[in-house]
T-cell receptor, first 114, second 114 residues
Framework: QQQVKQSPQSLIVQKGGISIINCAYENTAFDYFPWYQQFPGKGPALLIA?????SEKKEGRFTISFNKSAKQFSLHIMDSQPGDSATYFCAASLWMDSSYKLIFGSGTRLLVRP | NAGVTQTPKFRVLKTGQSMTLLCAQD?????MYWYRQDPGMGLRLIHY???????AKGEVPDGYNVSRLKKQNFLLGLESAAPSQTSVYFCASGLLAGHTDTQYFGPGTRLTVL
């Protein structure tokens, strides 16, 4: 119930295309859904996040769509660029053992071809 | 500000050897975390700390110990390394326990246990 399932495992997109990464969860106690971006050899860094009372959040070319009833959320990267090539992790925040924890998805490796 | 730093960047151990990974943050954050990252499994929480002098177990704590003697430092120890502990280890820190709190990650330590 504490899992966050992420797909696809890898994704190849042409420059200018749309990249879509999907995540699903079961535990309705999750109350915050961030996406982290990780470049090779670096640590993950927060990219964009959404609260469950909002259905969509957009920051530049990055958009999170959130479907509370389906318990699914997705990251859309519009006009994908080679510089977007990275691993993307969805996550969900949960109050557990007297503190908030982040439960991460398994990651999606995105390659944007020139 | 250096943010979150980790020492060492790479290490090779033989089975049964011990070592300590050091994490330091200069952002005055209360919360610190140790994760391990394995292919196809995302980031899994090993141990965490909600303040100086405190530690708690995460999702995969077996075989690891931690200490937080100073607010800015969080140490991860492997007393008797096993090949199953081959992984990339990330330290992270956060200001508050709030569910919208951003976790800031270090660059990682790649550990190989032979």
């Amino acid at each position: 119930q504490q899992q966050v399932k992420q797909s696809p495992q890898s994704l190849i997109v042409q420059k200018g295309g749309i990249s879509i990464i999907n995540c699903a969860y079961e535990n309705t106690a999750f109350d915050y859904f961030p996406w982290y971006q990780q470049f090779p050899g670096k640590g993950p860094a927060l990219l964009i996040a959404i609260r469950p009372d909002v259905s969509e959040k957009k920051e530049g070319r990055f958009t999170i769509s959130f479907n509370k009833s389906a318990k699914q959320f997705s990251l859309h990267i519009m006009d994908s660029q080679p510089g977007d090539s990275a691993t993307y992790f969805c996550a969900a925040s949960l109050w557990m053992d007297s503190s908030y924890k982040l439960i991460f998805g398994s990651g999606t490796r995105l390659l944007v071809r020139p | 500000n250096a943010g979150v730093t980790q020492t060492p960047k790479f290490r090779v151990l033989k089975t049964g050897q011990s070592m300590t990974l050091l994490c330091a943050q200069d952002m005055n954050h209360e919360y610190m975390y140790w994760y391990r990252q394995d292919p196809g499994m995302g980031l899994r929480l090993i141990h965490y700390s909600v303040g100086e002098g405190t530690t708690a177990k995460g999702e995969v704590p077996d075989g690891y110990n931690v200490s937080r003697l100073k607010k800015q430092n969080f140490l991860l120890g492997l007393e008797s390394a096993a090949p199953s502990q081959t992984s990339v280890y990330f330290c992270a820190s956060g200001l508050l326990a709030g569910h919208t709190d951003t976790q800031y990650f270090g660059p990682g330590t790649r550990l190989t246990v032979l």
